[in-house]
């Protein structure tokens, strides 16, 4: 891109000054968190084409994988001179997004969270994440020095560096973006939540269910990792799942309308004591007190909902307690007992007959599409217990099992399983 701004000046007008950056002596475009996402997607997909080339004998030594780095090479020279016209559009795209976010207000936090949470279960949430938070979506902020950085990280952290605020934003406006929003919902919503789980199990079950609950409530509290917890009812109840997500977003706009400024990148205790505790400007009481009273909410919510619709959630005859059975899962000892995807995928797994007899697995939008070895082997009762709506044979080499539309998310933890042997 360099070498086509040096030699087509019109090119270069098209940018304006701070669209242009020195990286490593050299001038060219900002594409910023953007353009290397768009490199690492491109460097992949050429990967994955020509890993496998081979040459004549003479050549044969740059086949294979080291064919790959000289495969970068062309392919860029050449992609860099066509680039510069894609991302002026690109940036226009992205401007026009963070004029919406900004201009959203106080509903800019909730659209955040609440999307965060929404693509979770898809792992596009990295994307959002890295798209809001380390681009100018979230703001550009200029130094009284009169330097400019843009995205809500890199702005909190030159502020965490220098203890100076921009001249444009206030601490609220740069933190409305970072964790502390979400502190809340894992220091106490969820495990409230999970208390409500407990709860309304079935008082035989509760002891069975009890380490799952107890290891995703500290798993959110201690290291803000929701996960183990949202998959106990994301299978269940898609729409709770929804309302959970608004929940989220709701909490990141609470902390915002009441001008917390507990910034950071950790929604954990951890994160609360380091940037909330330890920094007496960040009004972490602010996150507490909403805290305890959206704890409140989602477990008298959470509770109503289980047995108003009659939610399976664990202890109330859901696949968990049937798989941990079917596994012969020692619930002390075992950590999978503590992961509910894994533990359902491995029981999908054994269902199939176990990962020798397994050779592809795929998804459409509501079926997990299986390609088998021995159709003999597979136990349609195991498949039954691991909370599908339906098999389909198709032939005697491939199976489908209908999970709705949270297939995706079990055929990516099926297939982790099976790339761990």
Known sequence: MHALLMSRPEVRSMFPANALATILGIETVNTGVVGGIITGILSGILHNKVYQVKFPVALAFFGGVRFVPLANVMFFVVFGQCFPYVWILMSNVI???ALGVSHAGIFAPFIYGFGERLLLPTGLHQIWNTVIRDTMVSGVATFPDGHTIEGARAIFAEYLKTNILPTNMSLPDIVKFLRGGQIPITMFTLPMMALAMYQTAKPEQRVKIKPL???GAFTSIIAGVTEPLEFTFLFVSPVWYLIYSLLNGLSWMLCYMFHSQLGGTEANIIGLVLYGFLRPESKFWINIVIGLGMSIVGYGLFKFWIIHFNLKTPGRGSDYEQTIDILGIQQQTDQ??????KLKASAIIKGLG???????VDCCYSRLRVTIKDISLI????IQATGSLGFVPVDQNNVQIVYGTT???IRNAVRKLLAQG
């Open 407 to 409: 297939v995706d998310t």
């Open 213 to 215: 609950l107890l290891t």
């Open 354 to 360: 176990g990962d020798s007899n397994i050779e592809q």
């Open 336 to 341: 999978i007992a503590g992961d509910p995807l």
């Open 379 to 382: 136990d349609e009762k195991i």
């Open 95 to 97: 401007n026009h997004a």
